[in-house]
DNA sequence: CGCATCCTTATTGTATACAAAAGCGGTAAG
DNA sequence: CTTACCGCTTTTGTATACAATAAGGATGCG
């Protein structure tokens, strides 16, 4: 898409994501023009993307402000990405190509590698884990789902939560993408469905448990 | 929102539903000022939200055009609809109010007036319609989950759907509805999870007959 | 005759100026 | 002391002009 506005969106995302437009901040056009370095125009343009995106809401006088995400807004992002996903899991077990196997088990044995570091890769399990999902979702062949998860899937929230991870739940996350693989050899609809459905929210309570215990250092 | 680019937007989407602009049709966004009597700023802005709604789509070089759907994509469509308004529709049974369970009554009972007419009067048909699905969603409290299905659920489909539905179909519809209040007075997840799911594979299955046997008249 | 390339034209992207509307504060009346 | 109203300031909405980029067609070369 166009330069400015792109930039623009990439730009206030991150503000918004790295907590320099803290949560309930109200959002002034003019400001963030400055700020990008570009006019409003490409900034309202950007805004009506994030609004869609639901990183800001409207009030009804049409002043915009950064949305506040509580844990239960997490929590009911990764309910819907379970279900989407283990959709998706179920979908691909029945259309996974041979070919598109044998990347999985490329991607998990990269997994492997960076979890078997003395300390763990932290940024290639990631990178590989990215390109896992990313796989099962073409698999699954529905480019409705797959905007959709994309929508869902916040990487800020996917980093933090490996960011918390243990070695132990690095280790189980490897486990049940190989169980995955397995099912999909399989041509296992169900099993998929499980393990995928499992998998997310795993993620989803080492988040929580990792952001109990962080709410110290964020209250400081 | 602002008068200008609600009028475009409320102009260009009458459009398109009527017609005037079919499928595949290129946009340009001059013309279409002309055509609103605003300028291209407000039509930029109503085109954004349509696009967001996939009433348009855009190429990869920035050209805008009406969305044109196939069968399988609307399939598609229909299949994560179901999953994700089946999901709310749980998730409504154990939080809906006995306020919003009256509301819904009450458009039901509208809806059966719309059905009774000699003639059925499928605009308020649909219009009460939306409004029970749209209460079903607040009652489900996912913001999420709104907002996607706000994006799956396709009005122009929603529109041809009903269109084409005949009596049997429109008081099929209606009983759903009664009963999907019946499940969430029981407080029953699981029953009303099944209800929906068949509610709207139904109205899927009404769509592919209808858009089957109304190839001619397209193709004509 | 086919194909690549350049030039023209059509269309979209961005900046700026101005208009409209909402927030804010002060003042005066009850 | 409260409240309603008025006008000033801030913020958003719209129009217009201009810049950048993509489509389409002509021209020249193989």
């Given at each position: 898409?166009?330069?400015?506005?792109?930039?623009?969106?990439?730009?206030i995302?991150?503000m918004?994501?790295?907590?320099?437009?803290p949560?309930?901040?109200?959002?002034?056009?003019e400001?963030?023009?400055?700020?990008?370095g570009?006019?409003?125009?490409p900034?309202?343009d950007a805004?009506r993307?994030?609004?869609?995106?639901l990183f800001?809401?409207r009030s009804?006088?049409?002043?915009?402000?950064?949305?506040?995400?509580s844990i239960?807004?997490?929590e009911d992002?990764?309910v819907l990405r379970a279900?989407?996903e283990g959709h998706a899991?179920r979908r691909?077990?029945?259309r996974v190509t041979?070919?598109?196997?044998?990347?999985?088990?490329?991607?998990?044995?990269a997994?492997?590698r960076?979890?078997?570091?003395?300390?763990?890769?932290?940024?290639?399990f990631?990178?590989h884990?990215?390109h896992?999902?990313?796989i099962?979702?073409?698999?699954a062949?529905s480019?409705r789902?797959?905007?959709m998860?994309g929508q869902?899937?916040?990487q800020?929230?996917?980093?933090?939560t490996?960011l918390?991870?243990?070695?132990?739940?690095?280790?189980?996350s490897?486990?049940?993408?190989?169980?995955?693989?397995?099912a999909?050899?399989?041509?296992?609809?169900d099993?998929?469905?499980a393990i995928?459905?499992?998998?997310?929210r795993?993620?989803f309570?080492?988040y929580?448990?990792a952001h109990?215990?962080g709410?110290s250092e964020?209250?400081?």
């Amino acid at each position: 898409m166009s330069r400015a506005s792109d930039r623009a969106y990439a730009q206030i995302r991150s503000m918004i994501l790295s907590g320099v437009l803290p949560p309930g901040e109200q959002i002034r056009e003019e400001a963030l023009a400055e700020t990008c370095g570009v006019s409003r125009t490409p900034v309202r343009d950007a805004l009506r993307r994030l609004e869609a995106d639901l990183f800001i809401r409207r009030s009804d006088t049409q002043r915009s402000f950064v949305a506040d995400w509580s844990i239960d807004d997490i929590e009911d992002a990764f309910v819907l990405r379970a279900m989407l996903e283990g959709h998706a899991a179920r979908r691909a077990a029945t259309r996974v190509t041979w070919d598109q196997i044998e990347h999985l088990k490329t991607h998990n044995k990269a997994i492997q590698r960076a979890v078997e570091q003395p300390v763990a890769d932290v940024p290639n399990f990631l990178d590989h884990n990215r390109h896992f999902h990313t796989i099962v979702m073409e698999a699954a062949a529905s480019p409705r789902l797959s905007n959709m998860l994309g929508q869902i899937v916040e990487q800020p929230v996917v980093l933090r939560t490996a960011l918390h991870y243990d070695r132990d739940n690095l280790i189980r996350s490897l486990h049940e993408h190989e169980e995955l693989v397995f099912a999909f050899v399989q041509r296992d609809g169900d099993w998929a469905h499980a393990i995928m459905t499992a998998h997310i929210r795993r993620a989803f309570h080492a988040y929580s448990q990792a952001h109990q215990s962080g709410r110290s250092e964020l209250a400081a």
